[in-house]
């Protein structure tokens, strides 16, 4: 089973930036699409962002493009998720998932695995 560990979240403020980063035990990692998704109190979770396998490929919601960018590095079985110019609107739990399935990626139900979540909380 995949084992999923998401690191990095905090608070902070207005326009500042903050990386969020997800790690593996398993090496078989690098067979996955790894996304990250959030979730603020009240609403559903959310697809933010995707990098494909071999990393050649990412996707992104559109709320966060240009501000957001996805990474990965299989040698060492983790995925990052780069923040910048946060706005409140971006406060919310952050998950990291695998998929293997790229035209599905946007939904949550074509997720087979999920780590248990770091908060991100943007102050103004």
């Known amino acids: 089973q995949v084992q999923l560990v998401e690191s990095g979240g905090g608070l902070v403020q207005v326009g500042d930036s903050l990386r969020l980063s997800c790690a593996s035990a398993?090496?078989?990692?690098?067979?996955?699409?790894m996304a990250w998704f959030r979730q603020a109190p009240g609403k559903e979770r959310e697809f933010v962002a995707a990098?494909?396998?071999?990393?050649?490929?990412?996707d992104y919601a559109d709320s966060v493009k240009g501000r957001f960018a996805i990474s990965r590095d299989n040698a060492k079985n983790t995925v990052s998720l780069q923040m910048n110019s946060l706005k409140p609107e971006d406060t919310a739990i952050y998950y990291c998932?695998?998929?293997?399935?790229?035209?599905?990626?946007?939904?949550?139900?074509?997720?087979?695995?999920w780590g248990q979540g770091t908060q991100v909380t943007v102050s103004s």
């Open positions: 998932a695998v998929t293997s399935i790229w035209s599905l990626i946007h939904q949550t139900a074509w997720y087979d695995y």
């Open positions: 398993r090496a078989y990692f690098r067979n996955y699409i």
């Open positions: 990098v494909s396998e071999n990393g050649a490929n990412t």
